[in-house]
């Protein structure tokens, strides 16, 4: 059984729409007031990845205004924290006597235990919805507190890092299996971390090992972007994030891997993906190297065949004579 739950409003009849969308919101999330001038015919989507503790989930819906009311709060406290990042669309947050525009590419985070107002504009909307319980963000609640309905971006920067980590999560959530929800969750909770004591300078607050794993993943987001650039290098890697190479060989540690070893493995992979793809067969082998990141072919070659057991223009042709 997978990871994931999908549901659509679309199951029921269009007067039914809106009355379903708000029970599976509220079952899925917290529970709150919903309004919608689209709530005669109400199509929307919803996709859940269960990580235990933490939930994410894909939304996409019209506009809809949303109230969470101190008489919901009193009948129904899960204790968490709401992160949503909008995707398309735009939106308003209110809580805690802040009040803010939020728009494509950026988060806003909200606590269910307080007062809450806000809503997406256009026709329709797409978001990323991260639940977690306040106890298990690795950040004092008063800190957090300080950031609740406060936009901050998701395109760029640690956010940004955050925000890929959630698009990659959703597009291969169907290949993880049960016994990888406690690492996807951890990291997704650390990045998570990362991104607020960022906001809040703040990082201080974190514990040791949250700090190492969001930076891993921060480090490894950088190389996974520049692969194909040649002078790509634990050097150039470590002054980009400005720590030392001791510092940086010791987060790749766990990995029981080293820097150099997993840039090389990242390239090969990709060199192995598009000497695959159908779509690039005219494209001569060496060049598909140097896309990423080999300039020298007897290099590209001699590193593909101790990866794989084959050369690469022998793989090209094993896979297009399956």
Not at 91 to 111: P, Y
Not at 186 to 211: I, K, W, Y
Not at 222 to 245: E, G, K, M, Q, Y
Request: glycine share 6%; with cysteine; aromatic share 6%.
């Amino acid at each position: 059984m997978g990871l994931t739950s999908e549901f659509t409003t679309a199951v029921v009849p269009a007067a039914e729409r809106f009355a379903l969308w708000s029970e599976l919101a509220g079952q899925s999330h917290v529970r709150n007031w919903l309004r919608s001038e689209w709530a005669e015919d109400f199509h929307a989507r919803l996709r859940v990845l269960d990580l235990g503790d933490v939930r994410v989930s894909t939304l996409t819906y019209p506009s809809v205004e949303i109230t969470r009311t101190p008489q919901l709060i009193r009948q129904d406290d899960p204790e968490v924290y709401q992160v949503n990042v909008l995707r398309s669309g735009g939106g308003h947050a209110a809580q805690s006597g802040r009040a803010a525009v939020v728009r494509a590419g950026e988060l806003v985070l909200v606590d269910s235990s307080r007062p809450f107002e806000g809503g997406f504009d256009g026709e329709l909307s797409s978001m990323t919805v991260v639940q977690l319980p306040r106890t298990l963000l690795p950040l004092p609640q008063d800190v957090v507190q300080r950031v609740t309905a406060t936009p901050i971006a998701a395109d760029h920067g640690m956010g940004g890092v955050f925000g890929r980590w959630l698009a990659d999560l959703d597009a291969r959530a169907d290949e993880c299996a049960p016994a990888d929800i406690p690492a996807l969750a951890s990291v997704t909770v650390d990045l998570l971390a990362a991104v607020l004591g960022r906001r809040m300078a703040v990082e201080d607050e974190m514990t040791p090992e949250s700090r190492k794993q969001a930076l891993r993943v921060e480090v490894c987001d950088f190389i996974n972007r520049h692969l194909s650039d040649p002078s790509l290098s634990p050097a150039t890697v470590a002054a980009a994030h400005r720590i030392s190479l001791r510092h940086l060989h010791q987060i790749f540690d766990s990995r029981g891997t080293t820097v150099a070893a997993w840039i090389r493995a990242r390239r090969l992979e990709c060199c192995r993906r598009d000497l695959a793809d159908p779509a690039l067969r005219r494209r001569p082998v060496y060049a598909i190297g140097a896309r990423w990141g080999f300039i020298e072919p007897s290099h590209f070659s001699r590193a593909f065949r101790a990866a794989y057991g084959i050369s690469p223009r022998d793989y090209r042709e094993a896979v297009r004579n399956r």
